[in-house]
């Protein structure tokens, strides 16, 4: 049986790297089930037999992504020599890690107000990583003496993450109604991010 169930993660982590590539080139609208199936010389049942349609292969691809990504937070939790460099940090990995998964996130951009609850769990997953992640940095730096005491640092980190998610780029009132930015804006919305870290820790500063 512990055979079977090997051959069978193995199988469905197959599918996954698969997907991910056909969603990452392609994007999710763009992607149909039977070309994933012929990108793994798999039959279509089987591929169904693993997900039982395209919304749920995407979002098992998406927690996956997510996982990956918490565990880059995570692994980086105390190796930061000062707050600025644990916000930079931040604010680069999820920088670099929209850019380079740009195209895997069209279902985001099509689907902005009507997204699954279950896509809003993972959502919530990694801003909790986020919190735990700055929120400690926070704490070391209180405990140095280096900046002012703060009696809830999460509910800051929660504030500033707001602001920073809050940042728009271009004049048209049509873009400022889209939450997810488009490729071009990216680069000017991490140099405004930056700006806004730089501001927020002299304020916490002595």
């Avoid at 997204?115 to 993972?122: F, G, K, R, V």
Wanted: proline share 2%; charged share 25%; aromatic share 12%.
């Amino acid at each position: 049986m512990a055979a079977v169930n090997d051959h069978q993660d193995i199988k469905r982590e197959k599918i996954l790297e698969a997907s991910y590539q056909r969603f990452l080139h392609y994007g999710y609208s763009k992607t149909t089930m039977n070309e994933i199936a012929g990108d793994l010389s798999m039959s279509k049942a089987l591929l169904y037999y693993y997900f039982p349609d395209k919304s749920q292969l995407y979002i098992a691809v998406m927690r996956k992504l997510a996982n990956d990504y918490i565990k880059l937070l995570e692994d980086n939790i105390n190796n930061f020599g000062n707050l600025k460099d644990a916000f930079v940090f931040q604010i680069n990995t999820n920088h670099d890690f929209i850019v380079n998964n740009y195209n895997f996130f069209d279902f985001f951009r099509l689907n902005e107000q009507n997204l699954p609850d279950t896509i809003w769990e993972i959502v919530d997953q990694v801003h909790q990583a986020q919190l735990g992640l700055l929120g400690n940095s926070i704490k070391t730096e209180v405990e140095k003496g280096i900046i002012k005491p703060v009696d809830n640092p999460e509910e800051i980190v929660e504030l500033l993450l707001d602001a920073m998610h809050g940042i728009r780029v271009g004049s048209s009132v049509a873009q400022k109604k889209v939450s997810f930015p488009r490729k071009e804006h990216l680069e000017e919305i991490r140099t405004k991010k930056l700006i806004l870290i730089d501001i927020f820790i002299k304020g916490l500063m002595y």
